[in-house]
């Protein structure tokens, strides 16, 4: 008699496999997010040469072929976060809280696709009506988009299983993953199992069929919606929608890219005609920038591969007793800490009674090292109730005993500085490029300063 398989819970946020229930994930940490699923299938065992499989006919690494055409979706902020435009055959996911705009970003995308490819946009989440009155908010409507509400992988793959040309599709668009199901499977839309089958499934076929694939993935920590990390190594890039709640400007992050670099960003301000294109965006984030202020300081930071100029604000408030307070927007709290730390270790400015809040203003998120400098600046300006002077610019690598260390691309910040019309910088000094050097770069604007003992005053 055929032994009954063995029941397997799935974390829904890391998609980890246990044989029972347990409240919180134990690779993840998350709680709540374990579901019992059905059963996979158990692989055959024992394949040993001379059963019926067929031999690889392998080939050399060099090919003939060229690489494929890209298809630009003439939105430039995100054809530059794709590596350039859209490869044929590839999978896109884009990740993003729910609410951040992803639908209307991909809406304005298919829209403006449309007009090079056949376009198919498949909502799961709006009905028809309702993707036809956003596409008419945004003056979108003329656009031939082949529009449809499905949630039914099979019935999606049935309808798209052409080949590409006139008939089949260019680009297609799956808002969102986790509202597909496929019936293959028990458990509900949204479970780890059905959104790796249907995910799966599509992908397979835009690679079989050759067109460009967007999935739309929620983020979300409540286990009713897996997280679309199950999906990230099924894609070839994987692009993050971010922004902060309450602030128009959202950013695109390509995490991961099999066709282009990652750190790619791209900014976008959400304004009632839809998402607009910011070309200038140091201007945008420094737009609200009031001089002469305590605690804020301004960072000339790299995202991608293009300079960005963002403002960092700090505020030490005496703390009302219990442990003080620590709260980061836009940058890591354990950098916060060692910065905090090598400020009271080397410097002598103690915090430890103090509140600290730091804020990337605008709604940006800073991953790089290089703000080490630029946030103690801004610390240091609150604690001592000093102002920074307006025209500058502040980068710089902080290292536990004190000593600053140089950072990547110092010509490309300080010349996007000098673009804004920032006149001095405070730097670290690069060992092996004599400053006189780094001056000619840019000969009026930047004048550097060494680096020395760092902020002893
Ligand atoms: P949406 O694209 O539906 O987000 P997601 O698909 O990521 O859940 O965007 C929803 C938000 O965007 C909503 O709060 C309204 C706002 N919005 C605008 O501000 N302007 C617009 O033109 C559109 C279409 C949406
Ligand atoms: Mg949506």
């Known amino acids: 008699m055929a032994k009954a398989p063995a029941r397997t819970f799935v974390c829904q946020s890391c998609g980890a496999v246990t044989a029972k229930w347990a409240g919180r994930c134990e690779s993840c940490g998350e709680w709540n997010t374990i579901v019992e699923e059905a059963p996979r299938e158990a692989a055959p065992k024992g394949i040993t040469a001379g059963q019926g499989g067929r031999r690889l006919g392998f080939v050399g690494l060099k090919g003939e072929g060229r690489p494929p055409p890209r298809r630009l979706t003439g939105i430039g902020e995100l054809d530059r976060v794709c590596g350039g ?28 696709l449309a007009g090079s490819a056949p376009v198919a946009y498949i909502s799961g989440e709006e009905a028809v009506e309702q993707v036809r009155l956003r596409a008419a908010r945004l003056g979108l409507d003329e656009a031939p988009v082949s529009l449809a509400a499905a949630t039914s992988v099979r019935d999606i793959v049935a309808s798209l299983d052409a080949p590409a040309g006139p ?9 969102s993953i986790q509202t597909m199901y496929s019936d ?27 067109f460009t694939l967007f999935l739309v993935g929620h983020v979300t920590k409540e286990g009713t919606l897996a997280g679309p990390r199950v999906m990230e190594h099924m894609v ?23 066709f282009g670099a990652t750190d790619e960003i791209g900014v976008f301000e959400m304004t009632d005609a839809g998402l607009m294109e910011v070309d200038n965006p140091s201007a945008l984030f420094l737009a609200e920038r009031r001089g002469n202020v305590s605690g804020a300081c ?9 300079p960005m100029l963002v403002e960092i604000q700090a505020l030490v408030a005496a703390a009302s007793g219990g442990s003080p307070r620590r709260a980061v927007v836009g940058w ?4 916060l800490a060692m910065v905090l730390a090598v400020l009271e270790a080397r410097c002598g400015l103690a915090l430890a009674g103090h509140d600290v809040y730091l804020n990337v203003a605008g709604g940006l998120r800073i991953g790089e090292p290089a703000a080490d400098l630029a946030v103690a600046a801004a610390l240091v300006s609150a604690a001592s109730d000093t102002a920074l002077p307006a025209d500058r610019v502040v980068f710089g ?5 004190g000593e600053l260390r140089p950072v990547s691309q110092t010509d490309a910040r300080l010349k996007e500085a000098a673009k804004l ?11 092996e490029r004599p400053r006189a050097r780094r001056r000619a770069a840019s000969p009026e604007t930047a004048r550097n300063e060494a680096g020395g003992p760092p902020l002893a005053r």
């Open 85 to 112: 435009g859209l490869v044929p055959g590839s999978a896109l996911l884009v990740g993003g809280d729910p609410g951040i705009g992803k639908s209307t970003l991909l809406l304005q995308a298919a829209a403006a």
């Open 167 to 175: 008939d089949g599709p260019g680009v297609v668009v799956i808002d």
């Open 184 to 210: 293959t499977l028990d458990s509900a839309p949204g479970t780890v199992g059905q959104v790796r089958t249907c995910a799966h499934e599509l992908i397979r076929l835009a690679k079989r069929r050759g």
């Open 236 to 258: 070839d890039t994987v692009l993050y929608f971010e922004g902060e709640r309450g602030h128009p400007y959202r950013i695109l992050r390509a995490v991961k890219n099999r």
């Open 298 to 306: 301004v960072f000339a930071g790299i995202e991608g591969s293009r």
């Open 332 to 335: 890591d709290s354990g950098r």
């Open 397 to 401: 690598e902080i290292g536990l005993s």
């Open 421 to 431: 019309g920032f006149s001095s910088a405070l730097v670290p000094v690069t060992a």
